[in-house]
């Protein structure tokens, strides 16, 4: 079962496309190396690794996932914003606005 995070629903007026095409490969990468990084944690603490190990292992995993974040943002700007419907203008930085708002949450 997934567990929903707060401020993560999707727009209502989200467009069906994705602005992160050319960064694709790269993105689940990063998601990859990721992922492989949390099992490493969870069998360190299977194995009842020493604290400050496994909360250097934690660092790189919220690095990682931190770069990931901006590239995906990034992608979004320059795609889905910049190359917005110039009549959506306002409701696109609104957007925008809350997106980035949620991400800083999610870093601090």
Do not use: W
Not at 92 to 107: C, K
């Amino acid at each position: 079962m997934e567990a929903e995070i707060p401020g993560n629903e999707p727009a209502a007026s989200a467009p069906k496309g994705h602005s992160y095409g050319s960064d694709k490969s790269k993105i689940l990468a990063r998601l990859r190396r990721i992922e492989g990084q949390v099992r490493g944690v969870a069998r360190m603490v299977e194995e009842d690794q020493y604290c400050l190990d496994i909360l250097t292992q934690l660092s790189a995993i919220i690095a990682g996932s931190r770069a990931t974040g901006l590239l995906v943002l990034e992608d979004h700007i320059r795609g889905c914003v910049v190359n917005g419907d110039p009549a959506d203008q306002e409701a696109t930085l609104d957007e925008l606005m809350s997106a980035i708002e949620r991400f800083n949450r999610s870093l601090n």
